[in-house]
């Protein structure tokens, strides 16, 4: 099986422009995570869907930052406008069910810095 | 809310050595899982603690979860280069609503 697949690897873009990130989960996966992950604030959960529907949007850090999922194989994270602040590494996950034996399943991430 | 902690925050040890990192919630837990996550790379799931004091190992690796489900600890005998990284602990809470992964311990293995 695939993994979960994330575009782009790695971006370098300006202060002000709008970023989309872009999320292929495992196929089957109910359960889809958006996370960040800086050197200062370790990985923080961002926001996650359960059957393409947001259900806790709560670390999304402001009207900046908008999630959507289209359907269950897609799912994007947008920065508009972008800021120095938004560099970090952005990681997907995903997983089959919520509970005890669960086991979430990372994409590769990708490296946005924005200058 | 749920706060999950791990100690300690970096770790560097002598090849052949061994290492502790230890990971403590401020509430119970219904179960603990614990990730890797090489330079560069991304966390990769390594095993699911469950059960009350339960003991699990990998090779070199024991994972233990406490009596009371608020803690845990992974232990690499004799560390390798390939141990390299960082190592996170996560928890559910016992409502099933929080799983939330501590800040990690990056450990570096000096050859």
């Known amino acids: 099986d695939a993994g979960v697949i994330q575009s782009p690897r790695h971006e370098v873009t300006e202060m002000g422009q709008e970023v989309t990130l872009r999320c292929k989960p495992i196929?089957?996966?109910?359960?889809l995570f958006w996370y960040r992950q800086t050197m200062m604030r370790g990985l923080e959960l961002l926001i996650y869907?359960?059957?393409?529907?947001?259900i806790d949007d709560s670390g999304m850090p402001e009207d900046r930052f908008s999630a959507k999922m289209p359907n269950a194989s897609f799912s994007t994270l947008k920065i508009q406008p972008s800021e120095p602040r938004d560099s970090a590494v952005y990681f997907c996950?995903?997983?089959?069910?919520w509970g005890s034996g669960n086991t979430i399943y990372f994409g590769e991430g990708s490296w946005l810095t924005v200058v | 809310g749920q706060q999950v902690m791990q100690i300690p925050q970096y770790q560097h040890v002598q090849e052949g050595e061994d290492f502790t990192t230890y990971c403590n919630s401020s509430?119970?837990?219904?179960?603990i899982q614990w990730y890797k996550q090489r330079p560069g790379g991304h966390p990769v799931f390594l095993i699911q603690l469950v059960k009350s004091g339960e003991v699990k190992k990998q090779k070199r690796l024991t994972f233990q979860f406490g009596e009371a489900k608020k803690n845990s600890s992974l232990h690499i005998t004799a560390t390798q280069t390939t141990d390299v990284g960082t190592y996170f602990c996560?928890?559910?809470?016992?409502?099933?609503?929080?799983?939330?992964f501590g800040p990690g311990t990056r450990l570096s293995v000096l050859p």
């Open positions: 996950a995903s997983t089959r069910w």
């Open positions: 869907f359960n059957n393409n529907v947001p």
């Open positions: 509430t119970t837990l219904s179960n």
């Open positions: 996560a928890g559910l809470d016992n409502y099933g609503q929080n799983f939330v």
């Open positions: 196929s089957g996966h109910d359960y």
